[in-house]
């Protein structure tokens, strides 16, 4: 299974009445895989967020019934060609900046927490596996949640980054607390604060990245992880549940974070989110993707 129509016409649909988020089973291999599509920008909208928790649940229903397949693995991938997640709804966080309405933005901030921690803890089932999925791009949040996941793979040519400091901010749902843990904080602030788009190659070399696929053959990635796991999986779970007592990324961490991410986005000047007026222009004109890379260039010369 090399690419997304493969996994699409070989494994059963999960049924729900999901509109941003298709997925699907592969009960041979245990593995529930998950297809973003947030509308009407590929980004992290409340309807997706909403989606992905919905799913999650389901799954732990599946894991907690003896009578249900189990799921040993979840996969969240995007179905958006070229585009892994684009991050935070940018369009949403101006609309409530502007009413200055902080109970709001603290709300859609903490429902982007509750994802990325589920993503990290697994869904609170200790043999459970979580795999990120990165074709395309991965900015701002969508970076976060992929870097949120027990393993990241990555196709050559993918890019990920935290522009967020290009328009005065920094990215306050997760990327110190996972990034920090992969790398280093020292390296992780030296990510953030560039603001650079780095290629999967790059983040490979530094360790952000765990499995380096061939372009457009990611899904052959992860059945191939899969399988190396499955050969020493006692030890690689054994050995997970050590590196969370030792490095523990705890809930009320990454909601401390945040608090301070919701107060700095209050404070944005207009020049601010002008830029930010922007790179939303160019989430929602579904053009190629290499002007969001101009845009993004552009800004961090200037």
């Not at 870097?147 to 290009?166: D, H, Q, S, T, Y």
Request: hydrophobic share 40%; proline share 3%.
């Amino acid at each position: 299974m090399a690419h997304l129509e493969a996994v699409r016409t070989s494994l059963q649909p999960q049924q729900n009445n999901f509109s941003q988020l298709a997925t699907y089973f592969d009960d041979k291999s245990q593995i529930a895989w998950g297809y973003m599509q947030g509308e009407p920008r590929p980004c992290f909208t409340p309807t997706l967020l909403r989606e992905m928790l919905a799913w999650w649940g389901s799954m732990v229903s599946m894991i907690d019934n003896p009578e249900e397949t189990d799921v040993k693995y979840f996969v969240l991938a995007s179905s958006v060609p070229g585009i892994y997640n684009l991050g935070g709804d940018l369009d949403l966080f101006m609309k409530h900046i502007a009413a200055r309405d902080r109970d709001a933005l603290y709300r859609y901030a903490i429902s982007c927490i509750d994802s990325s921690y589920a993503v990290h803890k697994h869904l609170n089932r200790p043999n459970v596996t979580s795999i990120a999925l990165v074709q395309g791009q991965a900015l701002g949040g969508g970076f976060e949640c992929a870097l949120a996941a027990n393993v990241l793979i990555a196709e050559r040519g993918a890019k990920m980054g935290l522009p967020e400091i290009l328009f005065n901010l920094f990215p306050g749902m997760g990327a110190m607390t996972y990034l920090g843990r992969r790398v280093g904080y020292h390296v992780a602030e030296k990510i953030i604060r560039s603001g650079k788009l780095y290629l999967a190659e790059e983040l490979h070399e530094m360790g952000v990245v765990d499995v380096l696929a061939e372009a457009g053959g990611g899904e052959a990635a992860v059945y191939d992880y899969v399988r190396r796991e499955d050969k020493s999986r006692n030890g690689i779970m054994a050995m997970r549940a050590a590196r969370e007592i030792s490095q523990p990324a705890s809930y009320e961490e990454l909601i401390r974070i945040t608090e301070i991410w919701v107060d700095a986005a209050l404070r944005l000047e207009s020049k601010d989110l002008r830029m930010m007026e922007r790179l939303v222009n160019r989430q929602t004109s579904k053009i190629d993707m290499r002007s969001v890379d101009a845009e993004v260039s552009k800004a961090f010369r200037a």
